[in-house]
Each structure stands twice: as C-alpha cells, then as structure tokens.
C-alpha cells in the first residue's frame, strides 16, 4: 500500500479536517454573538444616516445684475 493510501492516515487526516470545520464554525457564531451583542448596545441610542456635507447640484446664477450687464455690453463694444 502507497503511504497515502494508508487507513490510520486518512482517518487521522479526516478527523484533523473535522475537528477544523468545527472549531471555524464556533468562531463564526463567536463572532456573530458579538455582533448581535455590540447591535443590541448600540441600539438605543439613534443614529443619522447622513454625513455632514450635502450632496447635490449647486444652483448657478443665471440672471446678471444691472452693473453685471452694462459691464458686458462695455465689453462687447470694445471687441468691435
């Protein structure tokens, strides 16, 4: 028999891999109590969803004011 066809092996090796899916399993549901448990301390109080800064198009000024307008048209008449 080859050495990784051996029976005491294999078993070994099958136990070894048990024996790690089970302990990453119980970390897994370690972790997720703690998250539940962190959830639950910070549920009292409420939180906001928004940041600080508004997100969205800034209006731009489209009418020009009286001075703004003679200033454009002393500007055009001096380009011709």
Known sequence: MSKKNNLAKRKKQHEFD???EK???????KKLQAKKSK???DGGEKKRKGGKFKVGKKKVK???SALAK???????????
């Open 18 to 20: 048990l024996q790690r």
């Open 23 to 29: 302990e990453a399993k119980e970390k897994q549901a």
């Open 39 to 41: 959830m639950k301390i």
């Open 62 to 64: 489209t009418k020009l």
């Open 70 to 80: 003679a200033k454009a048209a002393q500007a055009m008449e001096v380009d011709k």
